[in-house]
């Protein structure tokens, strides 16, 4: 396997008047080609901000963020990212949120629509606006807005997170299906720990106060995974436990979930 995304971030802070806060501090974490990282940790630990650094949304940081051998130093396509609400445009119809800027017109990317379409399984509502469908499918038309770019990597900030459970499981389906057939490098971050289990190759657990790699656990399941499963439950635990231990460090400044 390749070497998709390195992040070697030392240092990353925000000022305020007087004080400043360090949000992230020595990350260091290489994520393979193909590989599904989900990035799990308590509250206001950084997980939207190294997210948005490795977008390029954020560049103000001390480290360096490559993806494919390319330095990120501004948004590009290469670098899709999901954000939790779908941000899309009220006043185009599905297909035309999802090409957004390419022409319709053209049959390539006519084509491409259309298999975006079928593979995010909203056949039939190509024509509806965003206030004639439900949550999850805005968010599956906002996933497959970024797919048609062909990103190197893509990137999800709790994109499940507003939605009811039963949309959610459906949609960690949808995802599953999609990354096995574009075969993208995927990082997602939750607040769910079954979700971060159920998706990824590989769990980064972060601490808080400041930000901080607890621990990288390997899944090592094969797919699709069964949340009942007594070898998901094991995964469980190992996470549980570390997550145990980023409470009592993370919380020592009072800070809840
Ligand atoms: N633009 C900003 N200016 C100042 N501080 C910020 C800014 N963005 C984030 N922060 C601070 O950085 C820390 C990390 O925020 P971030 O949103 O990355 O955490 P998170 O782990 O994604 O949180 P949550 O799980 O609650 O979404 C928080 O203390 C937050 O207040």
Redesign the pocket.
Known sequence: MNLAVDIQIVEKS?HMETTK?I?LNGIDLRIEEGDFLTII?P???????LLKIMAGLDTEYKGVIDINGRIVEKPAIAQGFIFQEHRLFPWLTVEQNIAADLNLKDPAVRQKVDDMIEIVRLKGYEKAFPSEISGGMSQRVAIARALIRDPEVLLLDEPFGALDAFTRQHLQDVLIDIWQKKKITMVL?T?DIDESIYLGTDIAILRANPGELQKLVHVGLSYPRSRTDPSFQAIRQKVLKEFEKTDTESYKDGEGI
């Open positions: 925000f806060n949000v940790g509250s206001g630990c950084g997980k939207s901000t971050v607040h």
